[in-house]
C-alpha cells in the first residue's frame, strides 16, 4: 500500500487509542514510513467532507420575540460619578 500524500512505504501499525468508549484499546492502522501520515477507517471517515443544508432559523422558530428578552442589566442603576 502506497501513501496518499507522498506516495511512501504503508506499514501496518498498532495504535493505542485513549478514549475508547470501553478505556483504552489497541486498534490497527496503517502508518507511512515517509511522512508518518495514518490511515484509519475513522479518520478516513472524518476527513470526509460533509454537506449538510443549515436552514437559517426564522423568529417565529425561536420561541421569544429579540426586543422582549429581559438582559438583566436595566435592574442595575448606577450612581453618576
Same mark, same amino acid.
Given at each position: 500500500?502506497?501513501?496518499?500524500? /507522498?506516495?511512501?512505504?504503508?506499514?501496518?501499525?498498532? /495504535?493505542?487509542?485513549?478514549?475508547?468508549?470501553?478505556?483504552?484499546?489497541?486498534?490497527?492502522?496503517?502508518?507511512?514510513?515517509? /511522512?508518518?501520515?495514518?490511515?484509519?477507517?475513522?479518520?478516513?471517515?472524518?476527513?470526509?467532507?460533509?454537506?449538510?443544508?443549515?436552514?437559517?432559523?426564522?423568529?417565529?422558530?425561536?420561541?421569544?420575540?429579540?426586543?422582549?428578552?429581559?438582559?438583566?442589566?436595566?435592574?442595575?442603576?448606577?450612581?453618576?460619578?
Amino acid at each position: 500500500m502506497t501513501c496518499i500524500r /507522498c506516495q511512501g512505504y504503508m506499514a501496518k501499525d498498532h /495504535c493505542l487509542d485513549m478514549e475508547g468508549s470501553y478505556g483504552p484499546m489497541w486498534t490497527t492502522s496503517w502508518r507511512c514510513v515517509n /511522512c508518518g501520515r495514518l490511515h484509519d477507517s475513522v479518520i478516513e471517515q472524518n476527513r470526509t467532507p460533509r454537506h449538510e443544508t443549515v436552514r437559517p432559523v426564522s423568529v417565529c422558530e425561536r420561541g421569544y420575540d429579540p426586543e422582549e428578552v429581559p438582559l438583566g442589566a436595566e435592574a442595575f442603576i448606577r450612581a453618576a460619578a
